[in-house]
């Protein structure tokens, strides 16, 4: 089942077409990996999947629901998507504690208004923080936090948030090399338990590892999609990463 | 009926020429230092009561003391502008923070300023001054008013040269286009947001002397004024030069002929009500885009 | 001992505004510059209430708080349409325009000549002339205020307001409607500011509209700023500054007219060195 439509999608910043003519589907319960050197688009898709920016030209279906992204930017949560950011998104002077159970919060005013801290949840908490080794320093500051530290905590939060679909941005940046163990675990986990995932990363041997399938863009276009194995050894892909005349040599 | 509009026409472009002066200047800061600061309205003062100092221990004439005055309100502002803005911009404080920093330095000015001249409301020119009022169109203007606005189109004429025509004016708006860009390709920002700011602390400081000229400077009225030229600034457009320009006489006759009706006192609120409606009337149509 | 209990009156005044401005500006990231007008309405209410009906002191602050609401809604709808720079200047603006119309509708407020004469309450056969008897009441609204406050910042409700300070964009993808929560803290504080107008005029007996000027709305804000943003009993320790130094100037033999100037600039001083040094204040938890 489709979970993601993507179709004809275009989005202009000044004179350029950043995303030109996107299409490409997402299927329910897998990892994909979306792969593409700096600047070809990925990161943009990926906005206007979540409503970070508005689309200029194309559809957006989510769950088959079309999504109204052209005047107002969509809400995530009501869609059941959550993500990271290339450079993490925290509440930085909130403790780490606080910055996972904000996303266990009651979301309507009147009955946050009568939801204390206490009794609620906490032990949810303790298990997401527990699983990426972040419950030691729960009462820290989220800015105090090393970049690793905060990628993780950002991490532990969509783990929280529970949605079927979890978006990751380079989620594997900055971490030191147990800590990308524990995160390939916890996506493997994510699939396990049903769930749709997007890896947007640059680390090839994570998406060999993870992705079910890929989808390779460049300069704004699909240019490639199908098993990371196959795609990764073209030579057409290498190209665009490594440059013609390096892989020539 | 038709009697007082004339007058009011005039009361409304000479408040505009102060308003101008304030307005311009603020906006040449704002652009470069992209906070609001409300110390401004401090430097505005200091002009004035520098000016009183000399004139009232008799200690220089009339053009001498205004002189002075607008010296002194520029290496006021400037010496503000180092002590405390530029170290904190180094830090990388937000505009918030400046801004809040500006309400202090504001309020340790207006302080220092009551404690040695009190609260007084005081005019510049003294009581055996000579004034002579002309009719012009079914209205009165005095000299002292007509000097406001000679001077005041003379600082516009220096200023618009020196901003739109030299390469001094290029160099500047260069940086407050984009301040990074400008230092990678090797401009002193910070020497050349130095100079800005004390010409701009002389001209507000010119602005604090012109309004102890004509209705008389207080201390609780610094930070009105400078509400005044913000608004001023806004509303004429603060991306051309010459907008602050056009707000400020806007604002002047709107305000003065807008208490036609209404008793003196409304002028603070028709101001800031027409600021809200400017405002409120761009988010609408930035919504419609 | 009449002035210590005088001064104390004056802290759990000044204290009521600090706080709410505290939880707008520390807790949510929201400046506004309009809470002194809040704290004239609900003064002018009271003022004109005791003065001219029977109306309990009580029900008077009902009243205000109920007059507050929906213009305190109005304008908290209108602001949210502006960015941060602009809604400083906006809410100053309203500041303005109601201290103008305090001044100019002198039919209703007596314009500058203020209202005079308001009464001390009479509640549960407690006269509260007597001053001790005033501070009881000032303190009992203080405290009331206090713990809603800090039960409010204990919520979830509160945690939201946080996220609204820290990233309003991201705390909306959680599915928070952040629009509806700046405004009900906003009403909520408008509301706090109006209750301490009415301790006020009740107290001084005499308002004019000079009280709730712009240069209020700056001095409150110096107040939470300096006890610290995010910090209730910060808040606390600012008022009690804000009340004590002019006190210790007096003390160490400062004429009278200068004691008000010398505070405002040692506040300004402090400000500015905080702002320099340590941006949340002497007890604050957040920085601007």
Known sequence: MTMIKIHNLRKRFGRADVVNNFSAEIFKNTIVGFVGPNGSGKSTVINLLTGVETIDHGDIYISDILVKNKKKLINNYSFNISRTYQDPRIFDQMSVLENVLIVLNKRKVLSSFFETKKPFNSSKVEEVLRKVDLWGKRSALAGDLSYGQRKILEFARVLAMDTRICIFDEPFAGLFAEMKLIVSELILDLKASGKTVVLIEHDMDQIVKLADYVLVMNAGKLIAKGKPSKILSRNDILDIYIGKDLHEK | MNSILPQLLINGIVAGSIYTLIALSYNLIFKLTKFSNLAHGGVLMIGSYVALYLTQNSLANLWISGLVGMVLAGCGGFIIEKTTFLPLRKKGASSMVLFIASLGVMMIIQAIIVIIFSNQSWNLLSIDTISVTYSIFGGLISNTQVLILLIDVIAILILTALFKLTLFGKIVKAIGDDAETAKVIGIDTEKYTGIVVFIASSIVGLAGILISLDAGMEPSIGLGFLFKGIIASIIGGANNFLGPVVGAFFLGLIENVGIWKLRGEWKDVIAFVVLILYLSFRKIKTLKE | ?288
Do not use: C, W
């Open chain 3, 1 to 288: 001992m009449e002035y210590l209990i005088h001064l104390a009156i004056l802290l759990s005044i000044y204290a009521i505004l600090g706080i709410s401005l505290n939880l707008l500006l520390g807790y949510t990231g929201l400046i506004s510059l309009t809470h002194a007008s809040f704290f004239g309405m609900g003064a002018y209410v009271t003022a004109l209430l005791l003065v001219h009906t029977k109306t309990s002191f009580l029900l008077s602050v009902l009243l205000g708080v109920i007059l507050v609401m929906p213009i305190s809604t109005f304008l908290g709808m209108i602001s949210d349409q502006f960015n941060k720079n602009d809604y400083m200047l906006v809410s100053l603006g309203l500041n303005v325009i109601i201290f103008g119309l305090f001044n100019n509708l002198s039919n209703l407020t007596n314009g500058a000549l203020g209202i005079s004469g308001i009464p001390r309450p009479v509640l549960f056969n407690i006269d509260f002339s007597s001053n001790s008897n005033y501070l009881l009441l000032a303190l009992v609204l203080l405290l009331l205020i206090y713990l809603f406050s800090h039960y409010i910042v204990r919520t979830s409700f509160g945690r939201v307001l946080k996220t609204i300070r820290e990233d309003e964009n991201v705390s909306k993808s959680f599915g928070f409607n952040t629009r509806y929560y700046k405004l009900v803290i906003f009403v909520i504080t408008a509301s706090m500011a109006a209750v301490s107008g009415s301790l006020y005029a009740s107290y001084f007996s005499y308002i004019d509209p000079s009280s709730f000027s712009v240069t209020t709305s700056m001095l409150i804000l110096s107040i939470t700023i300096i006890g610290g943003l995010a910090s209730l009993p910060g808040t606390l320790i600012g008022t009690l500054f804000f009340i004590l130094f002019p006190e210790l100037l007096r003390f160490v033999g400062i004429p009278s007219e200068e004691v008000f100037q010398l505070r405002q600039l040692m506040f300004g001083l402090i400000i500015v060195l905080l702002m320099m040094h340590r941006p949340q204040g002497f007890m604050g938890k957040y920085k601007l």
